[in-house]
Each structure stands twice: as C-alpha cells, then as structure tokens.
C-alpha cells in the first residue's frame, strides 16, 4: 500500500469523532482503543468489557466514515 496515512492518525479521528460528534462516554471511547485506566483503585472494579456498547460505537463510526 501506497497510503499517506499512518494508525496513529487513524485513532486520533476515531476519538476526535467519539468526543465532538457523540454521545457516548470518554470511557468507552478510551476502552475501544485499548487504553488502560490510570486510577489502579477504578481498574481493579472494572469488571465487564462493554462490548456491546462498543459495538454500537463501533457500527455508528463505520457509518460515519463510510459516509466522509
């Protein structure tokens, strides 16, 4: 491939697109892109993943950038 784009720029306009053009919470966006909590005491109680929540996010970015 012959592409001018790099992954990191890629994920920065996911989290751009998460944080200024919807309603889903900080966290989920951080969490869909793997980023690990900081506060240790709110780590140890995170127990479920979100997929499903996710998910949604994850099918309504690949509207968004289906249609840009």
């Known amino acids: 491939m012959k592409a001018s784009a ?3 720029g890629f ?3 996911f989290r751009d697109w998460a944080g200024e053009k919807t309603n889903f919470p900080r966290e989920l966006a951080e ?3 793997a980023h690990t909590l900081e506060n240790k005491v709110e780590a140890a109680y ?3 993943d ?3 929540n996710r998910r949604e996010m994850m099918s309504q970015w690949s509207l968004f950038f289906d249609s840009h």
């Open 46 to 48: 995170r127990r479920g």
């Open 50 to 52: 979100a997929l499903e």
């Open 11 to 13: 994920r920065s306009t």
């Open 6 to 8: 790099v992954p990191h």
């Open 31 to 33: 969490q869909a892109l």
